[in-house]
């Protein structure tokens, strides 16, 4: 159980309202709540804006997503969420960030390397799988590299302490069962226990056994 951002500040969720949440959070362990989430949008820049330009997404140059620093502060001099998490973890919770699956449309523009590869962002990026109502990301091949961009990303988010990564535009509409698999494959690698929820729902009791074997959660509604 835990409490996740965006019903209360959809894309707009910030460092200090994070925090403000997490203490109530803490407050209500001996009930059982545990997970604290960063839902969508703390990679960009002005989370107002109405284009994905505009919203000025932030990345390293491995091309992995990474929290922009004007909203939160801590991850500054490339400390990315791990200052954050940590101070969740000594709030006795788990830290949780939110991904849309998926390649930055940028990154592939400027063709970053893959980190610990040969590969570049070209090679992993599945230009005709983007998410019909998000438009920020191509999707990833089912290939090598499509692997080692995942990798690479879980490698640097597991590196930060991260518990629990919700990914949408997955489960339904559309349902990518390859990207799936290369997720819970990446956390695997990463040697780190990361809880894997799936979005958005409602997710076809038809897939019900291969995201049971992927997934440890994922969403029965939508919105």
Known sequence: MGWNSWDAYGLTINEADYRANTLVLAGMRKFGWEYSVIDEGW?????????????????????????????????????????????????????GIHIVRGIPRQVVKDNLPIADSSFRATDAADLDATCPWDEGNYGVKDNAAGQAYYDSMMKLYAGWGLDFIKVDC??????????????????????????????????????????????????????
């Open 170 to 223: 997955i489960s339904d509409h559309p349902y990518r069962p390859t990207e799936i698999r290369q997720i819970a494959e990446a956390i695997r690698k990463s040697g780190r226990p990361v809880v894997l929820s799936l979005s958005p729902g409602p997710t076809s009791l038809t897939h019900a056994a291969e995201v049971a074997k992927y997934a440890q959660m994922w969403r029965i509604t939508d919105d």
């Open 43 to 95: 990679y960009m820049q002005d989370p107002f804006a109405d284009t994905v330009a505009a919203h000025k997404y932030v990345w390293d140059e491995n091309g992995i997503l990474i929290p922009a620093v004007d909203r939160f502060p801590s991850a500054a001099n490339g400390a990315g969420f791990k200052p954050l998490a940590d101070w969740v973890h000594q709030q006795g919770l788990k830290f």
